[in-house]
């Protein structure tokens, strides 16, 4: 007889008090658990229950099956036990190892002195609860690194500082009245800020890759993409008329997403379809009906409040900058590529929502996802590092976010995208978004108390418009909205089923 079938004959009727789903406090697991770093930011988890754990749970879960057992034959509760352990063996054995595995989790997440940022990489149907001896499952996870904190309290720092002035109103109601315009087809040849209307294919050693058709493009000197930069589209599209076709070349990106094509140059042929320029209206009745103001004064009292925040944005991170290339500069742990890969989708959402609190429009913000995905790798690492030292920072500060925070953070984004506030809250939250909204407006903070401390100067600065425009096309051909989602956690994994969550 095995020590399976042993364990549950001896089990009697009513044995245990706890269900083997029981809510009663349960006896500790006397697990052997051995744990070993194969880098900074993984741990290699091997744990052995012994026979005497796995005999005890074997005895609850034949105690609370034997009343309903059905078995042939006999009325339900009345088998002999082993009939019911050999009919029902596997399912007990399921429900044996599953207790086990839950409860085991549960109790290393309480032991161990890791804090997980991953889910652990478990196969639940590898594992097995063996007829004799102790049994043994192994998992890998993904945890915070461990590092001494460096000195961030009297860094030196650069402020920037400017005044918003009227000419900068002028300059963002002009954009906005153009974001309300017309266009209208010329026979003149494209210059700077027209507007062609293009077909673009992009092919390597004469295979299509990918096609854009009838797309409208902005000419700036440079054009944009997730994988690739035509860094010359304003010189090739100026001069160009309806009917007219310009070739080209265009590098990818050494990170992207389709791996055949890292690093390659594709030819680009793109065939002028249509020349337009953009008519402006005046700020009449009409216009500040359109925009939702009364006044013009009212219009351009919002257009400079719109326009400090974006500012202020760039002033922060010029400040932020500043003060992440001091600190990282003592992380010199490696992050993991796969780490690196599922947290570029979370940094990418961040950065979005940042932008949008902070009054970007939608051309603003697809330019700045574009420049992440080409450098996504890199970007993410950094902004990982970032991420680890500001948390720290906020643990031993006890900085926290109030509710008032996180109100006024939905309130930004909801004047950026037109929705409203319980709208925007609603989406984020159904997204599993509320940690990046947690977390930017605690690294805000962080940087907000590292500047009260730091010695600083103020330096003039100046904003610089952008010499770009933005395409939402991948040039390899790969879905955009593939990109893996993280999962972060300052919490340790909780169990098995459970998936964590950066909170």
Known sequence: MTDLEVSAEAASDGSDDTSVSGTEQRERLSLDVAITSPSTCQRHVTVVIPREDIDRYLQRAIGELMPSASVPGFRPGRAPRKLVLTRFKEHLADQVKGSLLLDSMTQITEESSFAAISEPDFDFEAVEVPDEGPMKFEFDVEVRPEFDLPEWKGVTLERPVREVLDRDVDMQLEQLLGEHGTLVPQEEPAKIDDFVVVNMVFRKDGDEISRLEEETIRVKPALSFPDGNLSNFGELLRGAKAGDTRKTHIHIVSDAAVESLQGQKLDVEIEVLDVKRMEISGIDEQA???????????????????????????????????????????????????????????????????????????????????????????????????????????????????????????????????????????????????????NQITERMVVSMIMEHAKSKDVPFEPQASAEVAVDHSICGANLNEIPEAKYSDNKPTSIQQPLDRS
Not at 333 to 340: Q, R, S
Not at 359 to 382: C, H, P, S
Not at 415 to 423: I, K, L, N, W, Y
Request: proline share 2%.
């Open 288 to 438: 500040l009906e359109r925009l939702g103001y009364t006044t013009e004064a009212e219009l351009r009292e919002a257009v400079r409040s719109q326009y400090e925040r974006k500012l202020q944005y760039f002033q922060q991170q010029q400040l932020r900058s500043q003060i992440t290339d001091r600190l990282v500069k003592t992380a010199t742990w490696d992050l993991p590529p796969d780490m690196l890969k599922r947290q570029s989708s979370r940094e990418m959402q961040r950065q979005v929502l940042e932008l949008q609190r902070s009054g970007f429009d939608e051309d603003y913000i697809q330019a700045r996802q574009n420049e992440l995905r080409r450098n996504v790798m890199a970007t993410t690492a950094k902004s990982l590092k970032e991420h680890f030292i500001f948390e720290r920072i906020a643990e031993s500060e006890k900085i926290e976010p109030s509710e008032t925070d996180y109100s006024l953070e939905y309130q930004l984004i909801a004047a950026q995208s037109g929705e409203s506030v319980r709208r925007v809250r609603s989406r984020i939250e159904k997204r599993g978004l509320s940690d990046v909204i947690r």
